[in-house]
């Protein structure tokens, strides 16, 4: 058989590769590493050791492990802080260390979590997971957890934890007093006070003097002329200044000196963080009509109806579908036959008396009366002589031509 | 015949290999030859090489370090297609969850990102080094077209640069956003059809939902596909060349009297290629003292080379994390807003073509942006056709005959590395210029 050719590079060559093939591995090593080195393992860890110290193993077994998250579908947030907070929903860890503290309840009954998520009021990064990250304290995120110790930096007056007023203004923008939020209704009362509206356009209406404050917020801390400011260079702190002192901080300004407290000025600037273009469903905005807006008569007609003989069938409902036309109750919907005449209607359209129908209803009544107007026997009592006294009212207008009864 | 393998049944045809894995040391010159015949990932191989050719510090492998590059970025892209959404609501969130819970999510985005980055560096050293040692002429072989793969190449190296632009703009945050706005008003400097060209580069006038799905389908799709095309035909041309021009100075050098060849032996690939097949001295390549079997020489080197760049892509990117800057705003324009640095020269040039004179302002990204950098690729294109420096001087480093378009070339690269340094290091906010130990104004936060 014919030779191989020598060759001269197989002994540096296989040793090259083999060095090569080392590196691959440690390679492969230190990736998989970096994958697992999370610090939410061991506050996992310490939590579940907490638990079973307190409650006993079989309640630590079922913690759950892993990274976890609050979806709040309607707001697009995924807060993956219950990752290491385990404790948030955990009663019994009230007094704790953070991250192993009890959540207090007050806020979350009018706020369930899974609405809400936690960093809509709390701020801070809800996709990361590593506390540098998550608690936003890191470059190219600008909404940092509004912490007590973010208040310590700020040397906030009065309550340290205030900041995070600002993310309650963001639903709450409408009201002129939202319970728990002290800075930022202070704020609002000084903008009614001092007349802010008087040169800036406030949510829409106001002066032209200054500029536009209805989404002030947005405005990016670069868009912030910040070269006569002292001390911390964040939008926060150049509101905080200028409201002490406008002409130091903007040269040539009109906007007067206000002499504002360093809480009032605290309180100011939190209001103009919070007013931001919020991309928040009408459901999430407090003070929001829930109803169709009605002109000045039909509210008049409303209330004269609610005092008027008939008042009883529109507080228990019944106008909702019905006129009782006789009594002056006008049905918005008028789905229902009028009741002025259900003493005979009754009788013609069921067969049975009005007694025994409303004893023992039967159709849509039957389902009215099971499950959304919920009348006890005492209350059935009182429909009757009602429609007894509107079927009097009835007979009597069809006597004089001059009313005629609407009949449907 | 006789193939030593592990398996109990010994293969009967040569080019039949009957294992799965293959483990394989060829005994002899033709079993080393019948190897790369009967591998699939082998038949592209010659089955000899010169080793003037296999040196390290001739090539540095330059060309094998980007198709390993390539490899990778398609790689590490697989699992990126399974986790981005190419929407501009849910882009930039998508992305946050490959960097923060995806399993090896943010170790997968900086293999992409660092691989394309390097490739970009590599594809450009690759054209460099085939331009210093004139490999793109033709030697002593018949029928070599070295040209019209030196035009694919230069093809290639501008769908690398769109391929990594392209990708730029996916993750839609303020980086991405900007460095694309800045890289689309480029191209809308061009006179009378500029705002045609950006429209039809961002399918609008603003870029949008309709930019980011066209830069995602040709980042995923079409690119990517030209280049895969682009690179077999590459490939292909090498063999039908003959191999680097490298192997032909070789030949020169053995043979100098060998200027009518001997067609006595012919290379052809499966005989599909008939006739123009370059036939190259017998006598250099087939002495035992200036060849080596490819099998496993040339697939060891080749492996080192690919798994090399594999293992060292894969410790950076344990430590290089990939950035991801706030989400993209169209309201607020960081400051310097940036292109990507690869066209961060021609960024420079267009702010130092652009002159003022009283209120006219002559617009420098049509200079800058369009006419330098399509000469230079015009001339890059044909400079084959220019060069007419002796066939001696192909596949030799630096030769004398070449000295001066060697020396433009390298003084052109300078040009742009200094440039491109000035752009990524010295410009700061405003475009004002401040030295490395300056330092710049700082970046304020909201709260």
């Not at chain 1, 219950?82 to 309840?105: D, L, M, N, S, W």
């Amino acid at each position: 058989m014919e030779q191989r050719t020598s060759s001269p590079y197989p002994r540096v060559d296989r040793l090259v590769m083999a060095v090569v093939g080392v590196v691959l591995v440690i390679g492969t090593g230190l990736f998989m590493w970096s994958d697992r080195a999370h610090d939410w393992r061991y506050y996992q860890l310490e939590f579940r050791q907490m638990v079973a110290g307190k409650f006993g193993d079989d309640k630590a077994a079922v913690l759950p492990s892993g990274v976890q998250q609050i979806w709040a579908a309607d707001l697009a947030r995924a807060d993956r802080c219950v990752t290491c907070h385990q404790a948030t929903a955990y009663k019994g860890f009230e007094t704790a260390e953070h991250p192993y503290r009890t959540h207090p309840i007050e806020p979350l009954q009018q706020h369930p979590v899974e609405d809400y998520g936690c960093t809509s009021c709390h701020g801070g990064q809800g996709w990361a997971i590593d506390t540098a990250a998550a608690h936003g304290e890191v470059a190219h995120w600008e909404e940092p957890l509004l912490s007590r110790s973010l208040g310590d930096t700020y040397t906030l007056a009065g309550n340290k934890n205030a900041l995070m007023q600002m993310n309650c203004n963001t639903c709450h923008r409408y009201d002129r007093e939202t319970p728990g939020a002290g800075a930022i209704n202070l704020a609002k009362r000084l903008v009614n006070e001092k007349g802010c509206r008087a040169c800036h356009v406030i949510n829409g209406f106001g002066g032209t003097i200054g500029p536009d404050l209805t989404t002030v917020g947005e405005k990016a801390p670069e868009q912030y002329d910040l070269s006569r400011l002292s001390g911390q260079r964040t939008a926060f702190a150049w509101h905080v200044a200028h409201f002490k002192d406008p002409r130091a901080l903007s040269e040539g300004t009109v906007m007067p000196n206000f002499n504002f407290s360093t809480e009032q000025a605290q309180a100011l600037s939190m209001l103009m963080l919070s007013w931001r273009r919020a991309d928040v469903p009408a459901l999430y905005v407090s003070g929001a009509p829930r109803t169709d807006p009605r002109s000045p008569d039909e509210l008049k007609a409303e209330a004269a109806m609610r005092t008027g003989p008939g008042g009883w069938f529109v507080q228990t409902g019944c106008f909702v579908c019905h006129s009782i036309s006789a009594l002056g109750v006008r049905s918005p919907a008028q789905i229902g036959p009028d009741l002025s005449n259900a003493v005979e209607d009754v009788q013609s359209r069921f067969g049975v008396t009005l007694d025994a129908f409303l004893a023992n209803p039967t159709g849509t009544m039957s389902v009215v009366l099971s499950r959304q107007i919920i009348l006890t026997p005492e209350q059935k009592q009182v429909a009757i002589t009602k429609l007894r006294e509107a079927f009097a009212e009835y007979q009597r207008q069809r006597a004089t031509p001059a009313a005629p009864a609407r009949n449907q | 015949m006789r193939l030593p393998s592990l398996t109990r049944s010994k293969p009967e045809a040569p080019g039949v290999h009957a294992e799965p894995f293959w483990s394989l040391r060829p005994q002899s010159d033709r079993e080393a030859g019948d190897a790369v015949v009967s591998n699939f990932m082998l038949h592209w191989f010659p089955a000899k090489i010169s080793k003037a050719s296999m040196a390290w510090n001739y090539s540095f492998w330059l060309g094998t370090i980007s198709a390993a590059l390539f490899f990778l970025t398609i790689l590490s892209g697989l699992p990126l297609l399974f986790l981005y959404v190419p929407s501009v609501e849910r882009a930039y969130q998508s992305v946050k969850d490959i960097e923060f819970v995806i399993t090896f999510g943010s170790w997968i985005r900086s293999v992409h990102r660092i691989s394309a980055h390097l490739m970009v560096i590599v594809v450009a050293l690759h054209l460099m080094r085939v331009f210093l040692t004139g490999a793109y002429k033709n030697g002593v072989g018949r029928g070599q077209q070295r040209e019209v793969n030196w035009v694919i190449g230069v093809v290639m190296f501008l769908t690398t640069l769109f391929l990594s632009f392209t990708g730029y703009l996916l993750p839609w945050d303020q980086l991405a956003f900007w460095a694309v706005t800045v890289g689309t008003n480029i191209a809308a400097s061009i006179p009378a059809i500029g705002a045609s060209v950006r429209e039809l580069l961002i399918g609008g006038r603003n870029i949008e939902q309709a930019t980011l799905i066209r830069f995602y389908v040709l980042h995923v799709v079409f690119l990517p596909g030209l280049l895969g095309v682009l690179f077999a035909y590459h490939m292909w041309r090498v063999r039908k060349d003959g191999g680097l021009a490298r192997a032909d100075a070789e030949s020169v050098v053995e043979s100098p009297r060998s200027t009518a060849p001997v067609p006595s032996k012919t290379y052809t690939l499966l005989g599909v290629a008939r006739g123009t097949a370059p036939t190259v001295t017998a006598h250099t390549l087939d002495a035992p003292d200036a060849t080596v079997n490819a099998v496993p020489d040339l697939v060891r080197r080749a492996a080192i080379a690919t798994l090399g760049t594999i293992a060292v892509i894969s410790i950076m990117s344990v430590f290089i994390a990939s950035p991801l800057e706030e989400p993209a705003n169209a309201l607020v324009t960081p400051n310097p807003a940036k292109a990507p640095w690869y066209f961060l020269w021609l960024q420079e040039i267009v702010t130092d073509t652009t002159i003022r004179i009283g209120s006219f302002t002559l617009n420098g990204a049509f200079v800058g942006g369009v006419i330098l950098p399509g000469l230079l690729v015009g001339l890059l294109t044909f400079w084959p056709w220019i060069d007419k420096s002796s066939h001696l001087a192909a596949g030799v480093w630096l030769p004398r005959d070449r000295r001066t378009q060697n020396l433009v070339f390298l003084l052109l690269i300078l040009g742009v590395l200094a440039l491109t340094f000035v752009g990524m290091v010295l410009r700061g906010p405003y475009w004002i210029l401040y030295w490395p130990w300056e330092a710049w104004p700082e970046i304020p936060g909201r709260i």
